[in-house]
């Protein structure tokens, strides 16, 4: 559904998106994680037309997006910060959008102002960021997309509206096949919501797979091996640390696997726990350089 080929582009020198591959399948929600600076924005604003590449190819459903109002016209995009008329009032962004949207629902519109109760006489610019995001779910759901793409996208929402937008979202991916591209910074909630995960870093996409197949490719252990018995070799050791005989690792591998190997040496205890999407995160960047450091000033 969503592909880019060898996708690069620069600002000023500096090289924000180095041969960047991405593959998002129709229906997925997908969420896009890395540190600050690894390119996620960037790709964003050109999987929604904004930028043109340097080079490569951004593609969706095989159509490039640059200038290409069709495809443009399937896909709603809501960033960080959100894009108003400065004199513009809700209900001038709604018909703003309905005019570019043939597919806009008005009856939607009305409907989920259950939801997001709000003055559409109201100027945007008079709106907190948490109202402003409102605003813009509302309307950018109401166009009836086939593509949503979120650049943090339930910052500034309270915990009861985030689970609204979510559970919105989550319908329209069931009832309708949309595809959704999320970035995201609260991977606890991204781990609730997305079933295939990009990690970026530098521009480029370190791994990419189903939540499933990446928590499945690395493993947390804990245990406790016998008096001078050392580690068998072989194993890929992402992390260790211990707290008296008892010994943590973080292991890259399916668990039945890993432990099939630890058995080698008869430990006296022995027990895998699965990674949550943020430990796996830490995990996987810090074989870039990009790992929590104990800092003393």
């Known amino acids: 559904m969503i592909v880019t ?27 896009l994680v890395g540190p600050n600076g690894a390119g996620k924005s960037t790709l964003i604003r050109h999987l929604a037309g904004i930028y043109i590449p340097d080079s490569g190819e951004v593609l969706i459903d095989g159509h490039p997006v640059y200038e290409n109002v069709e495809t443009k016209s399937r896909i709603a995009y809501i960033p960080d910060d959100i894009f108003y008329y400065t004199q513009a009032t809700v209900a001038d962004m709604k018909d703003f959008c309905k005019g ?21 006489k109201r ?13 813009a779910f509302r309307i950018a759901v109401s166009c009836r997309p086939d593509v949503i793409l979120l650049d943090e996208p339930v910052d500034g929402l309270d915990p009861v509206m985030r689970r609204n937008v979510w559970s919105i979202i989550m319908a329209d991916v069931a009832e309708n096949g949309t595809t959704v591209l999320v970035s995201s910074h609260n991977l606890r909630e991204l781990e609730d919501v997305c079933d295939h995960v990009g990690i970026m870093d530098k521009g480029s996409m370190l791994i990419e797979r189903s939540l499933d197949e990446l928590q499945n490719n690395i493993v947390k ?20 640390s ?12 399916k668990a039945e696997d890993v432990e ?4 080698q040496v008869s430990p006296v205890y022995c027990e895998s726990i ?5 430990e796996i995160f830490i995990y996987e960047l810090g074989g870039t350089g990009y790992e929590v450091r104990n800092i003393i000033v």
Do not use: H, W
Request: aromatic share 6%.
């Open 123 to 135: 100027p945007v610019r008079k709106l907190s960021k948490g109202m402003q995001k409102q605003a």
């Open 5 to 31: 080929k060898k996708l690069c582009k620069s600002f000023d020198g500096f090289l924000a998106l180095n041969g960047l591959d991405v593959n998002v399948p129709k229906g997925a929600v997908y969420g």
């Open 100 to 120: 570019l949207y043939k597919s806009f629902d008005e009856e939607r519109f009305e409907k989920l102002g259950e939801v997001f109760g709000m003055d559409l």
């Open 242 to 253: 211990s707290t008296g005989k008892l010994e943590q690792l973080i292991v890259r591998g």
């Open 221 to 240: 252990l804990q245990l406790v091996l016998r008096d001078g018995t050392e580690l068998p070799e072989g194993l890929e050791i992402l992390g260790r």
């Open 274 to 278: 699965p990674l949550n999407l943020e």
């Open 260 to 263: 099939e190997q630890i058995a």
